[in-house]
């Protein structure tokens, strides 16, 4: 079992910087891939990232590949979404998530097994 605790979320003015953090417990954190997803209102939840158990091969969606990375410090069981040049569309709550194996092809949220509680980013113009 893997419990997730997102935090970081706030406002922003756009072309601004937030950096969120997905806490885990658990000794076991190590061996998960980590997925991000995001859900706007009226929408359906979208795939953001994903990185392996290392954190060293990683996977983006095309909307936010060259501005946002993701990052994890086992050690500190903990992963990390680095949001740059935030746009006003970028709004959202934004979820972290973990599954047992990396796939570049783990762009839906079925695929995960484990969610934290989501925390709200809001991107002004």
């Known amino acids: 079992q893997v419990q997730l605790v997102e935090s970081g979320g706030g406002l922003v003015q756009a072309g601004g910087s937030l950096r969120l953090s997905c806490a885990a417990s658990?000794?076991?954190?190590?061996?998960?891939?980590v997925g991000w997803f995001r859900q706007a209102p009226g929408k359906d939840r979208e795939f953001v990232g994903v990185?392996?158990?290392?954190?060293?091969?990683?996977y983006y969606s095309d909307s936010v590949k060259g501005r946002f990375t993701t990052s994890r410090d086992n050690a500190k069981n903990t992963a990390y979404l680095q949001m740059n040049s935030l746009k006003p569309e970028d709004t959202a709550v934004y979820y972290c998530a973990a599954r047992k194996y990396y796939s570049n092809r783990a762009n839906q949220y079925g695929l995960y097994d484990y969610w934290g509680q989501g925390t709200q980013v809001t991107v002004s113009s």
């Open positions: 990185m392996d158990q290392t954190g060293g091969i990683t």
């Open positions: 658990g000794r076991t954190f190590s061996s998960y891939a």
